[in-house]
């Protein structure tokens, strides 16, 4: 229907465009709901991703995702990951209803959580691919090295909160993005599904088995990602697999409503692990469940998952 050639005049005209909203307008304007004020797809940078979104809006080449939600994929060097948006909205955060008798001390009260900004997570958590292709080299256990056999699509493991800082970083150098952990808060509303979320008590279902790897079905080896079904927004193995630091220290939750939390302080030394992992019990892989685990820390079965 277009043209390449129209497709880069189009580019050119966009770019010098951009450039005149950037400076004259303090808020944005929009284009089905998407910022085009300059940093159209919210990664910090103001780049010809940025213009190819735009194009996108306009001529309509959105991947048709459904539930999903908008998609994008990078690549680092030769490894791809993709990223998918979860739009603001809020909900309940911690041992609700269905979560049923499993629920611990450290999972209530409830209380209401509202994000008031649109935010990408990892479709995935973060594979042995991607971190060696990042970092140069590999700490997982479950390799060769160890007598298991090659499957760098599975999470990478023993990783501390400290490695995964160090992780982003060079991420963030080799891409030009702003990828970071996500908060607690954040992790939870993704799990549940957003803004489309049903109400289970695991990510995506009440059946464990549709969607985690546990100790019940995994020998406790992690496995490759996005093997089981995915949650309401498209994410695979928030239940399950491996655990994933989030950006929070660990506190205590109080009964009172919060906008855009991040704990910054906690009231012991530790950071938040989420999502439970193949050596744990269903209990462990619920959407609610908080785990803990000192920064510096690492083990078999803890890894990450990117946000942005």
Known sequence: MFTRSFRRILSAILLVAMSVVTMSFTSPLK?????????????????????????????????????????????????????????????????????????????????????????????????????????????????????????????????????????????????????????????????????????????GSDNIDDVSWYNGNSNSIPQTVGTKSPNELGLYDMSGNVYEWVEDWYAGYSEEGQVDPMCTEGSIPYRVTRGGSVGGTPKYSRISYRGVCQPESSNLILGLRLAM
């Not at 996108?56 to 939600?69: K, R, S």
């Open 31 to 203: 284009v089905n709901e998407t910022n085009i004020y300059g940093d159209v797809n919210g990664d910090g940078i103001v780049d010809v991703s940025d213009v190819n979104e735009v194009i996108n809006v306009i001529l309509g080449y959105y991947e048709d995702t459904g539930d999903a939600g908008r998609t994008m994929t990078y690549v680092v060097n030769g490894v791809s990951f993709t990223m998918i948006g979860v739009r603001q909205g809020s909900f309940i955060m911690g041992g609700t209803e269905e979560q049923g008798t499993d629920v611990t001390s450290s999972e209530i009260p409830t209380h209401q959580v509202t994000l008031t900004k649109d935010f990408s997570i990892g479709q995935t958590e973060v594979t042995q691919a991607l971190w060696a292709a990042v970092m140069g080299s590999n700490p997982s256990f479950f390799t060769p090295a160890n007598s298991y056999e090659l499957n760098l699509q599975r999470p990478v493991e023993q990783v501390s909160w400290e490695d995964c800082q160090e992780f982003i970083a060079k991420l963030n150098e080799l891409t030009g993005k702003r990828f970071r952990l996500p908060t607690e808060a954040e992790w939870e509303y993704a799990a549940r599904g957003g803004v489309l979320s049903q109400g289970f008590k695991y990510a």
